[in-house]
């Protein structure tokens, strides 16, 4: 990664290109209800911010980028999802980490690395996948989600293209009678 992602004298690699203010209005959102399922449009702003480097170890460094998601129901107003976390980038292997906690106890360390663009103008693609039950890349959530509404799995693929972000994501339920059921977002957001 070239020089211009150095910030401070850390180099935050492809996390640069997430750093600023975020926000869109065509996001979609599919979850399960008792008896069918609900798709809500929504918006949102996401607020990645630099957060310098850590020392695992004393043998690997990673780039911090810590970000805020708050995302609001386009029927009513009302934020509908909150989420805090952070990505981290290895610019010894050119691994990606995202780890994030949302306000239901469920907390997520997925891993995974640069994707391939699927068309010149897009920059840069990152891909991080968590399965529960794995010992690394996981979920852990508290014991009422494990037993009601357990996520099983969850997948993310952000692509950013100078001051374009897109984002589809895959948290896979086990919820209701429902087995291993999709709950999707998206959204295209702009940089402020
Ligand atoms: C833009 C992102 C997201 C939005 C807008 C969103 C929205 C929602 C909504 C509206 C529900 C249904 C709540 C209800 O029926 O009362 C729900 C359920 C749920 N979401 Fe998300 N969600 C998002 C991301 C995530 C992520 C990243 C995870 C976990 C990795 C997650 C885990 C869950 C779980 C476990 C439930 C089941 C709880 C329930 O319905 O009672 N969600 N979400």
Do not use: C
Request: no cysteine; hydrophobic share 35%; proline share 4%.
């Amino acid at each position: 990664m070239s020089e211009f992602t150095t910030i401070d004298g850390v180099n935050y690699g492809p996390l640069a290109f997430l750093i600023g203010v975020w926000q869109g209005d065509e996001g979609v959102d599919q979850t399960p209800e008792p008896d069918a399922e609900e798709r809500n449009p929504y918006y949102e702003t996401i607020t990645f911010e630099a957060g310098g480097d850590v020392t695992n170890a004393e043998q690997q460094t990673l780039a911090v980028v810590r970000y805020h998601q708050v995302v609001s129901r386009k029927s009513n107003d009302e934020v509908f999802h909150d989420q805090v976390g952070y990505w981290l980038w290895d610019s010894a292997d050119d691994t990606l980490v995202e780890t994030f906690t949302i306000p239901r106890a469920v907390a997520v360390v997925a891993g995974g690395s640069l994707g391939q663009p699927d068309s010149p103008d897009q920059t840069l693609v990152f891909e991080v996948a968590a399965q529960s039950g794995s010992a690394e890349f996981g979920i852990v959530q508290a014991p009422f989600m494990y037993a009601k509404a357990k996520t099983t799995a969850f997948s993310h693929t952000v692509t950013v293209s100078g001051d374009q972000m897109r984002y589809s994501q895959t948290t896979v339920l086990d919820i209701y009678e429902k087995k291993s059921y999709d709950h999707t977002d998206l959204n295209t957001l702009k940089r402020q």
